[in-house]
């Protein structure tokens, strides 16, 4: 995996090669901490594969972007149909297969690294990757399966994850960085399975500076989206296949989700009507933001999949639904228009009475592209009753280069698809099904 990021908490191991205890150096010591090394960034690196996948499709089949490719089975995402039988979510690589093989992955590196007695400190990197690799199959899928066992509802797979999690704290041994991803994890896996209490308990943990980041190298190779760069980056105005809904963004503007204004471009149609839409660029959650900016997303843009502000924004939806110990309305509201100031450029306070729908706004403008979306509006529709779905005439058919609406509605249409299922391969071949 080209995953380029320092593996956290091994440094300590590097006084073995100061000049004052060369001599003291094996081989074999060498070649265990180049081991232990593989096996940390196998887990990670397992992790950023299914996250690339999921986070760019998530996002296709949720209100934050539409999508349209020439592999038609792709847009199945987007079409809300997606089906548990044959590509792109089963028997072909993608989907299904890579999620699963995420968490397989950290699980088997926190035992490889057990047998191998490695520092704590890899087996809790490792664990941090099986916990959000647990939490991935739980945010996307209607019934999550381990190794072959029975079907899941979410909120068991969940409470696998925090225990995961929770093992990581321990190993971590005060590492702040692991400690705090951690936790991110845990708060977030509490708040989606609406255990509000818990969710603040623990995001009240996270250091409000904290991020981590899914890492990309830029690739001149096409195929390298696999393992390389950044999924997003593929949009490209000779492949535009990802973009902003004109029917949303026609009148809207926000700094953290920039894109070219002037007038919607034409994407690939799998259908007679022409498909139009807002080409987007480099977003907040995504390395290299700057307000307004109008850089297109680059192969190698890191992607901030978990942080203080995620930690913030949990307290705060918490709170509003009755959670002890987080934030008062008052300090909620503060918090929203400081959001709303990042995404304006100048103070821009909210003056409705909707918090929570603000909130939600917030939320999604903080986060755009980055793997949230479709697990918030799963948790929005399932425990609050508000849905926010993609319904009717999808999106972008039909409409001008002022994004303006066809006089006539395509006849085009949303399923209903509100989880991604258990591959049909899976269920052919488990006996609990």
Known sequence: ????????????????????????????????????????AAAEGSYHVAFNWVAHSGAAASDEMIFSHPWTPWNTYDERTLSAEGCPHDNCGFGYDWMQQARVTGVRSVQQLEAMQAPDSAIAHALVYAGFSTV??????????????????????????IAIFQE?????????????????????????KNDLNHAVEYALKVDATFTAWVKFVDSDNFGDWVN???????????????ALDPAEWRTKRDLRVPFLTDSTEGMFSPHPEARRAYFPYTPSSFEGWTPGNRDTIAGGADVRFASGLEAQYIIAEASLYGATGGWTSAQVLNFIDARRAVGAGAP?????????????????MDFYFAGYRLPDII???????????????????????????????????????????????????????
């Open 1 to 40: 995996m080209a995953v380029v990021s320092c593996l956290v908490g091994l440094a300590a191991c590097g006084n073995l090669l100061d000049v004052e205890t060369r001599g003291l150096i094996t081989e074999g010591q060498i070649k265990q901490q180049k081991l232990i090394g593989a096996v940390v």
């Open 136 to 161: 991935m199959l739980a945010d996307y899928l209607c019934q999550v399966v381990f190794n072959g066992g029975p079907p899941l509802d979410p909120p068991q797979a969940y409470d696998s994850a």
């Open 168 to 192: 990581a704290v321990q190993r971590a041994g005060g590492d702040a960085y692991l400690t705090s991803l951690a936790n991110v994890g845990i708060a977030r896996s509490y708040l989606n």
């Open 228 to 242: 390389k760069y950044n999924l997003f980056h593929r949009s490209t105005a000779l492949e535009f296949t990802s």
């Open 348 to 364: 821009s306070p909210y003056t409705g009475s909707d918090l929570a729908g603000e909130l939600r706004e917030q939320r999604k």
């Open 379 to 433: 948790r929005y529709k399932k425990y609050h009753g508000i849905d926010l779905w993609p319904t009717g005439v999808i999106g972008g058919y039909g409409v001008d280069r002022d994004g303006n609406p066809p006089a006539t509605a395509p006849q085009w249409r949303y399923g209903t698809r509100e989880c991604w299922p258990v591959a049909q391969s899976e269920v052919n071949t488990n006996p609990n099904f």
